[in-house]
T-cell receptor, first 109, second 114 residues
Framework: GQNIDQPTEMTATEGAIVQINCTYQ??????LFWYQQHAGEAPTFLSY??LDGLEEKGRFSSFLSRSKGYSYLLLKELQMKDSASYLC??????????WGAGTKLIIKP | DGGITQSPKYLFRKEGQNVTLSCEQN?????MYWYRQDPGQGLRLIYY???????QKGDIAEGYSVSREKKESFPLTVTSAQKNPTAFYLC?????????????FGPGTRLTVL
């Protein structure tokens, strides 16, 4: 079967760095997406990786290792507004997104 | 402003009633999707459409129906056959349904069946 695993909840301090991991087993791979979702709101796109390596976009970076079925989202200089759920999703061989359950990130002052 | 709208934001229905959730996009996207989100679970695909007048079942289509008569509209009907319809429903669209295409989401409809 297809499976996406990410931690249920993480806590970090304002101004610090946090890494959210995602491991996956899917039928085929056409890229991995990270989305941010504030409570009760729509998910918004953060990043896309299809090749191995690190993609940096401001305070957010995303890493992919296809051989290990592993990705992480790195958030630097954490701000209170970064408190949200972070969703990992893999596009499978049918171009459908398979979603993880999300990681709820709590930022403390 | 281009985007996706869903209405209403909150919806209450009695058990046994059918209800239709609206989804409209003005992004000129070909592909549209309906997801269901429950606490502690990932988004699950209900139905998707890659082109007008065509749609496909997702992983949890039982108890739901859709239509795609216009490019910009993809309404979802939750029928009385859906065993546990209370959930947060998200509509999304993408330029096409193939290859890399970021999905854009509407604000969601929270359906509560009493």
């Amino acid at each position: 079967g297809q499976n996406i695993d990410q931690p249920t909840e993480m806590t970090a301090t304002e101004g610090a760095i946090v890494q959210i991991n995602c491991t996956y087993q899917t039928s085929g791979f056409n890229g991995l997406f990270w989305y941010q979702q504030h409570a009760g709101e729509a998910p918004t796109f953060l990043s896309y990786n299809v090749l191995d390596g690190l993609e940096e976009k401001g305070r957010f970076s995303s890493f992919l290792s296809r051989s290990k079925g592993y990705s992480y989202l790195l958030l630097k200089e954490l701000q209170m507004k970064d408190s949200a759920s972070y969703l990992c999703a893999v596009m499978d061989s049918n171009y459908q997104l398979i979603w993880g359950a999300g990681t709820k990130l709590i930022i403390k002052p | 402003d281009g985007g996706i709208t869903q209405s209403p934001k909150y919806l209450f229905r009695k058990e046994g009633q059918n209800v239709t959730l609206s989804c409209e996009q003005n992004l000129n996207h070909d592909a549209m999707y309906w997801y269901r989100q429950d606490p502690g679970q990932g988004l699950r695909l209900i139905y998707y459409s890659q082109i007008v007048n065509d749609f496909q079942k997702g992983d949890i289509a039982e108890g739901y129906s859709v239509s795609r008569e216009k490019k910009e509209s993809f309404p979802l009907t939750v029928t009385s056959a859906q065993k546990n319809p209370t959930a947060f429903y998200l509509c999304a669209s993408s330029m096409t349904g193939e290859a890399y295409n970021e999905q854009f989401f509407g604000p969601g409809t929270r359906l509560t069946v009493l």
